[in-house]
């Protein structure tokens, strides 16, 4: 049987891999945590008890980590999704997110040259790589321009899997994927605040209570938004073709934060307008609605400078139709539909 290690199992794309692994394949899989002073498994718990399924620890910072697990496993596919992944952290802690995101990857990619050579690496790039765009939709061809210290080490990663693959014939490879969303994105990503601030206020309402606004930053940037499980399977479709092409995986559509917004209060029935300009401007619930179901607070959304980021993508709307027609990836899940699994799941939770 062969064996797959996958990083990241605790955050979204890595738990999703892992899911379908199980589901689509035969392989042993090893799923790499980090140490961590409150462990946090509820991303995969549902594996714990397959035979299938072995939990591994290892650091991207840590190249000793990685070797222990590599020389042991001798994997036949390395996954690597481990990253400090939110831009707007990368520039608090920007060489954290430096080793992990670039040194890390030359880690990963020294373990596998001396100690599985026959392996498939996959490291998980950006469109935050491309970053300042200078043509849309971007597709495999746009030139790097990054924004943040997350998006650079990403593009010093890109750069490193192509010195590997090229001098030690390794089959390494690093997607171009746009952002994708799921119930298991992290609370902190735009989405997520959203679809978890618009739950939280329903509740509110129905309750007969007062709310708290959402406080977001920059409501016009664009973004080109997928759900998480369409990625995976391109991922896997990504390394198992016969020679290491690089693509991107996008949903070939673009949309403002601002009608995340309005769609996802739409979702639970709000309707809201947009009033005020520039830090003033807020999302409020519409007249007709605030008197037929009584609700006290109005204002639903805030703008907050605190959200700012230094620099700013803004806009990414990515062509993925090289792997589409390539590696036959078909994405199932519209913009709409990710609304409303995300927006339903944080209703019942
Ligand atoms: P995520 O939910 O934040 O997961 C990141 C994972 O990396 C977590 O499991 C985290 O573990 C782990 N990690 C962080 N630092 C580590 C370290 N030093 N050693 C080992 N593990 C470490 O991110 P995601 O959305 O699943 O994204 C997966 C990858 O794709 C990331 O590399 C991200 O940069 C990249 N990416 C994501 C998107 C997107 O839209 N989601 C788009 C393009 C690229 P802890 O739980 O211990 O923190
Ligand atoms: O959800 P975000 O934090 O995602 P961002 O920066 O696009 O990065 C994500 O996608 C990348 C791929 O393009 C990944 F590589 C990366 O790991 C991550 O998964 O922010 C999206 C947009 C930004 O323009 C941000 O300025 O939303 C804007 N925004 C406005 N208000 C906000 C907020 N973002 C966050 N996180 N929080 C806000 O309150």
């Given at each position: 049987?062969k064996n797959?290690?996958?990083?990241?199992?605790?955050g979204q794309?890595?738990s999703?891999?892992?899911?379908h692994?199980?589901e689509?394949?035969?392989?042993?899989?090893?799923g790499a945590?980090?140490?961590?002073?409150?462990?946090?498994?509820?991303?995969?718990?549902?594996?714990?008890?397959?035979?299938?399924?072995?939990l591994?620890t290892l650091?991207?910072?840590?190249s000793?980590?990685i070797?222990?697990?590599v020389?042991?496993?001798?994997?036949d596919?390395?996954?690597?999704f481990?990253a400090?992944s939110?831009?707007?952290?990368?520039?608090?802690?920007?060489?954290?997110t430096?080793?992990?995101?670039?040194?890390?990857v030359?880690?990963?990619?020294?373990?596998?040259r001396q100690y599985?050579?026959?392996?498939?690496f996959?490291n998980?790039?950006?469109?935050?790589?491309?970053g300042?765009?200078?043509y849309?939709?971007?597709?495999?061809?746009?030139?790097?321009?990054?924004?943040?210290p997350y998006g650079?080490?990403?593009?010093?990663?890109?750069?490193?899997?192509?010195?590997y693959?090229?001098?030690?014939?390794l089959?390494?490879v690093?997607g171009y994927l746009f952002?994708?969303e799921?119930?298991?994105?992290?609370?902190?990503?735009?989405t997520?605040?959203?679809?978890?601030?618009?739950?939280r206020?329903?509740k509110s309402?129905?309750k007969?209570?007062?709310?708290e606004?959402i406080?977001?930053?920059?409501?016009?940037?664009?973004r080109?938004?997928?759900h998480?499980?369409?990625?995976?399977d391109g991922?896997w479709?990504m390394?198992?073709?016969?020679?290491?092409?690089e693509?991107?995986?996008?949903?070939?559509?673009?949309?403002?934060?601002?009608?995340?917004?309005?769609?996802?209060?739409?979702?639970?029935?709000?309707?809201?307008?947009?009033?005020g300009?520039?830090?003033?401007?807020?999302?409020?619930?519409?007249?007709?609605?605030?008197?037929?179901?009584?609700?006290?607070?109005?204002?639903?959304?805030?703008?907050?400078?605190?959200?700012?980021?230094?620099?700013?993508v803004e806009?990414?709307?990515?062509?993925?139709?090289?792997?589409?027609?390539?590696?036959g990836?078909?994405p199932?899940?519209?913009?709409?539909?990710?609304?409303?699994?995300?927006?339903?799941?944080?209703?019942?939770?």
């Open positions: 049987m797959v290690i996958i990083t990241g199992i605790s794309d890595g999703y891999m892992v899911d692994l199980i689509n394949t035969n392989l042993n899989i090893f945590v980090r140490r961590l002073s409150k462990p946090n498994y509820s991303n995969f718990q549902q594996h714990l008890n397959n035979k299938r399924f072995n591994a650091d991207l910072s840590d000793q980590s070797d222990n697990v020389r042991e496993v001798k994997p596919y390395f996954i690597n481990a400090q939110f831009v707007g952290s990368s520039w608090q802690i920007p060489e954290q430096f080793d992990v995101g670039a040194v890390g030359i880690r990963c990619l020294e373990s596998v599985s050579p026959h392996c498939r996959y998980a790039g950006s469109s935050e790589e491309f300042n765009v200078k849309s939709p971007q597709d495999e061809n746009h030139p790097f321009s990054p924004r943040s650079a080490a990403k593009c010093a990663a890109r750069h490193i899997v192509k010195v693959r090229e001098s030690y014939n089959f390494a690093q952002n994708h799921s119930p298991r994105r992290g609370e902190e990503f735009v997520r605040k959203i679809t978890k601030g618009v739950a206020i329903i309402i129905k007969g209570e007062c709310f606004p406080h977001l930053g920059n409501v016009d940037a664009k080109d938004w997928s998480a499980l369409d990625f995976v991922v479709k390394l198992n073709q016969e020679k290491p092409n693509y991107v995986l996008s949903s070939n559509e673009t949309h403002t934060i601002r009608e995340f917004v309005e769609l996802a209060f739409k979702e639970v029935g709000i309707e809201g307008f947009w009033h300009q520039g830090t003033n401007e807020e999302y409020s619930i519409s007249t007709e609605y605030a008197i037929r179901n009584e609700v006290n607070s109005s204002v639903l959304v805030k703008i907050d400078p605190k959200f700012f980021r230094p620099a700013e806009l990414l709307f990515g062509n993925s139709n090289k792997a589409r027609q390539e590696l990836w078909t199932k899940w519209s913009f709409h539909q990710l609304v409303k699994d995300m927006v339903a799941s944080d209703l019942n939770s």
